[in-house]
């Protein structure tokens, strides 16, 4: 059947599955933690090689973008946030991990969060319920052998949920997601009307390099404006959420942000956010655990 043939129990079923609930920051003094009029959170997708892994490209040029942001970008982008002094989270698929076992420690080392991202960011979507869940286990048991214990938070690869993700994500215990899109402030999952208990930490494409300054030789991706551009954007974004007292949440990846030219932008950007002094910068876990005090 097409769409416009589907019976109302159909479309509304798709529609309710996974729903946002209740927005988890209350009004007030305390809607951030230490009482700040905005909320900052900063995520590094490390996916290195494995975009390419995930759809069998092999080449060694396609390794080697990879490679650069593990060796390159990622030491690039640590330095600056040690200058900055904020924390970051990091969601990395577990084959990354894998192939260098000391960098998910490194990101714990230096005052970092480590989250899910896939086994080889995997498309998701195209998973069956028993492929998917155990892909999270086995992605789970890599950073439990590397860190000791398992992440809180996970961000699915590509930002999408399959008909079985929150299901999934509730059978493996996680704190929080950070995939969706229904608000800019944190809220919590529903499933079908049921109250999940697990908050969502809402991202979008606006605050994402990937659009901006994705480049694929072979297909139509190419940076489409200037660095500069860029920050104003985001830095626009960081000015209305002060204005409106909430969450200013950006996403980056080290193999896109981390050139010279473009990690001036996260440069600046911090500059200009620790120029108030009426602002929390953490992690998403930090947030998650903070909002489900209004759970």
Do not use: K
Not at 22 to 47: K, N
Not at 69 to 90: I, K, Q, S, Y
Not at 97 to 121: F, N, T
Not at 257 to 285: K, M, N, P, Y
């Amino acid at each position: 059947m097409e769409p416009w043939q589907w019976p109302e129990e159909q479309w509304r079923g798709h529609v309710e599955h996974v729903r946002a609930g209740r927005e988890l920051a209350a009004p007030g003094a305390s809607r951030w933690p230490d009482q700040a009029d905005v909320a900052v959170l900063l995520s590094f997708d490390s996916d290195h090689e494995t975009l390419a892994l995930r759809d069998g490209e092999t080449s060694p040029g396609r390794m080697a973008q990879g490679e650069f942001g593990a060796r390159v970008a990622v030491p690039r982008v640590l330095d600056l946030l040690d200058r900055h002094g904020v924390p970051a989270t990091f969601f990395m698929p577990a084959v990354c991990a894998s192939l260098r076992p000391d960098e998910a420690p490194s990101y714990v080392a230096r005052g970092h969060e480590v989250g899910l991202h896939g086994w080889i960011h995997e498309r998701n979507t195209l998973l069956s319920a028993e492929d998917e869940s155990e892909l999270v286990e086995r992605s789970a048991r890599v950073f439990e052998e590397q860190l000791g214990f398992r992440p809180t938070g996970i961000r699915t690869p590509s930002w999408d949920f399959s008909p079985h993700t929150l299901s999934i994500i509730r059978e493996h215990g996680f704190e929080y997601d950070s995939s969706l899109m229904a608000d800019t402030e944190p809220y919590e999952l529903l499933e079908r009307g049921e109250r999940t208990g697990v908050v969502e930490i809402p991202v979008e494409w606006i605050r994402d390099d990937a659009p901006y300054l994705t480049m694929d030789r072979f297909s139509g991706l190419r940076p489409q404006i200037s660095p500069r551009e860029v920050l104003r954007i985001w830095t626009d974004e960081f000015d209305r959420a002060r204005e409106q007292r909430g969450l200013f949440q950006l996403t980056l990846h080290p193999h896109v942000i981390g050139h010279r030219s473009r990690l001036w932008i996260v440069d600046e950007l911090l500059a200009h956010i620790r120029r108030f002094d009426d602002v929390w910068v953490g992690t998403h876990g930090a947030l998650a655990r903070h909002v489900r005090a209004q759970l």
